[in-house]
């Protein structure tokens, strides 16, 4: 059984730093397609970052500021985020296992983590 854990969430101030975990069981991750993804309150869920083999994927509203990264010995998936500001507040996700692939790009995953709360205050 597949599971995602995150970890890493938590209260910053503008500008500020924080580094989200997904720990991943079940599966071994490689160098396979796995994404950060992010729900602001009241609005939809988005991507924030994406992973596959050597390739990385950014939203534009965090280029420059945030980095996805794995550890094959850890088994786990990183979001390293700086320079943070208000509008990053949400519950973060990531997910894992593409389920559907179209031009490159991963429209669905099989495993969702549980989430992790960021909030950034100005």
């Known amino acids: 059984q597949v599971q995602l854990v995150e970890s890493g969430g938590g209260s910053v101030q503008t500008g500020g730093s924080l580094r989200l975990a997904c720990a991943a069981s079940g599966y071994t991750i490689g160098t396979s397609y796995m994404a950060w993804f992010r729900q602001p309150p009241g609005k939809e869920r988005e991507v924030v970052a994406e992973?596959?083999?050597?390739?990385?994927y950014y939203a534009d509203s965090v280029k420059g500021r945030f980095t996805i990264s794995r550890d094959n010995a850890e088994n786990t998936l990183y979001l390293q985020m700086t320079s943070l500001k208000p509008e990053d507040t949400a519950v973060y996700y990531c997910a894992a296992r593409c389920r559907e692939l179209a031009g490159g790009r991963c429209l669905n995953f099989w495993n969702w983590g549980q989430g992790t709360q960021v909030t950034v205050s100005s």
């Open positions: 992973s596959v083999n050597s390739n990385t």
